[in-house]
């Protein structure tokens, strides 16, 4: 049966048009605005929340990114703003990171072992029924961004073993602000900020909207527009309501296609992959409620909905003909791979002070409801049909989940703190193959899993500028529909474990700030492919070990000069069993560092900075030789990646009150070099340039 498919994801244009007319008819309203009372804050959800008693609060390390360090950095993507960031490895793909690849601490950069959140909310299209690369958020729309490791991150789940990194939208602020971005690969941006308060100040509104299109380094082009708007008001004198849309389509000229070898060692720019798109999508609600219901309880409850829309349109190579060629030579015959996902969740947390056992206490109780949907179609069509063809698969995956978190933080004494905790997270996951009759053996499969997840973490105040940290806890990742059910079978997966230790040391004192930590996670259970029944295709078999330290250091200087750095060392993170025991874990750099000189006075600031990848294998035969599979050019590629080091120079300068210049160069020095395999060689961004300006009227 041939069937129409869809050729990608609409602009809609309803949609921009109402966010541009709904914002210029708030211009004057926000204008006239005099009102020196201030305005209502919408609640939101914060991973650490703002000032340096929020930081000392957390038993594991922390890095916050400000809205000033973005502006600065001018990153094209949320991805190039994380570079920086203790710990964090990213596998880049293309310079503006359509999809997601981070590593925590030496776990492999496929963001599977990470959560991601934005405003609280999880980002990943499917945390429980598939893969979470597939949208990664504007950076235009924020404001920061949080990064929290350790014992801390217990609150929040699944998928923590890393860390969480949550971004922070804009908050909305009266006015009217226009930013626009030109740069190397004919790429043009325009991002329209506007927001206006009620006369009381008990209601705002905001939104920012940005248009994005680039010819692409290789020739990878999109076309992106994005759109956010909040709303939130006081209801009485104790309670808040924030309402946040966002929509979201992404139209890129990328593939898994990457360079073959020699191709990459003569420099050559061309896509690999001309005639791949990867069309994508996303719409998102959510709702957030606060209530002071007294002096010592606070109840915030968030309701947030998505639908994420994938379809990626690849052609079929000749292998034979491609090794000759020594590129890839495309046949006639496309696949459609189209995901849509969606997700409803509700989640609620009750904070309460209280002197249970003559000493302070702080308690957390939080409880989640999630369920969330996939249909996975695959459509088999030629160059000629232009996207449409025969339904070649079809099937839905679904997950349910219920988490279920509480601690209490007891203050020992004004200097040390500890807070134990406990997460309960049950899941059932069911995958259902509509191509079959529903009385067939194979037409469904389903499983389900329970994971009891105890932490404790401590803080200690040893000096007024030194500050000892520290946790014990277990974590998990979830196996994901297509693990879990591999086969239309209940492969009998328990979900991937880890025991994750961290001890640190921060503080600071005149000018300088430092925070050192070190950290191990050993996983008991990670998934391995084959299994002793023959039955199964999967087992719990896999056993890694990560462990390692991280240093992070500033001094601000009386004179405006400042420089900020730091080193992520991880010397074990390695396979432990299986045919792969003792060798490094895939896209896990031994070495990460980062170091930043700038000067900031008066109006101008400038920055240069330096971000070093170590060496790293992509492929866990740790073999030297970058190949497809067995040396071939079939399959996902692997091989030694050499380390790396790029140089990026930053300027800003505020001609007045009303405008901003900005100016930046990234890769200063035109390094060359691999940033990833999938099915060749995916090439760093080469020197390019930005310029800018923002006007605030």
Known sequence: ??????????????????????????VSYAQAETSTEKRVQLPKIDVVGSGDESVARQPGSVTIIDSEQLQLMQPRSTEDALRRVPGIA???EEET???????????????SKTLILEDGVPVAPGLFVGNGRYFNPRIQRMESIEVLKGAASLRYGPSTIGGVINYI??????????????GSWNTNEATLEVGAAAPSNEAVFGAVITKAESDGFMDKGYDMTDIMLKAGMAVGTNQWLSLKYSDHTNDANISYRGLFLQDYKDGKTYNPAPDDYYLSSRRALELNHEWDINHNVRLNTLLYWSETARDYWRYGVDNTASAAAGRWVYTDNLNGNNRTFERVGVETRLYVTHNTFGIQNEAEIGLRYLTEELTDQTIAATRLRDRTGTLSRDRRDSADSIALFAQNRFMISDALAVTPGVRIEQYEQ????????IGAADYKADTSNTEVLPGVGVTWQLAPAAQVFGGVYKAFSPAENGVALDGM???????ERSTNLEIGVRGAQSGFRYEVA?????????IAAGNSDPSLS??????????????????????????DGNVTYVPTSEYRTGDDKGNRIVYSPELLANLAIGYAMGALKTELSANHTGSQYGSSDNRKEISGNNGGIGGIWGGEIDAYTTLNLNAQYQVNQQLAINGSVKNLTDEHYVSGLRQGIYVGPERSFDLGIRYQF
């Open 97 to 111: 990171a359509v999809v997601v690849n981070i590593g925590m601490r030496g776990l492999p950069a496929d963001s």
């Open 489 to 495: 079978t209940d492969q009998k997966l328990e979900a």
């Open 538 to 563: 999967q087992s719990n078999t896999g056993k890694t070990l990560h462990q390692g330290f991280e240093l992070a250091a500033g001094y601000q200087l009386p004179s405006g000069m400042y420089i």
């Open 518 to 526: 070190a950290f191990q996670m050993d996983f008991t259970n990670q």
């Open 90 to 92: 990213i596998k880049g």
């Open 169 to 182: 939208t804009k908050q909305p602020e009266p006015g009217v602000a226009l930013s626009l971005r030109h």
């Open 430 to 437: 069911e995958r259902k193959n509509l191509q079959r009759d």
């Open 1 to 26: 049966m041939n069937k129409p498919i869809a050729t990608g994801v609409s602009l809609r244009p309803k949609t921009l048009a109402l966010a541009i007319a709904s914002s210029m008819l708030l």
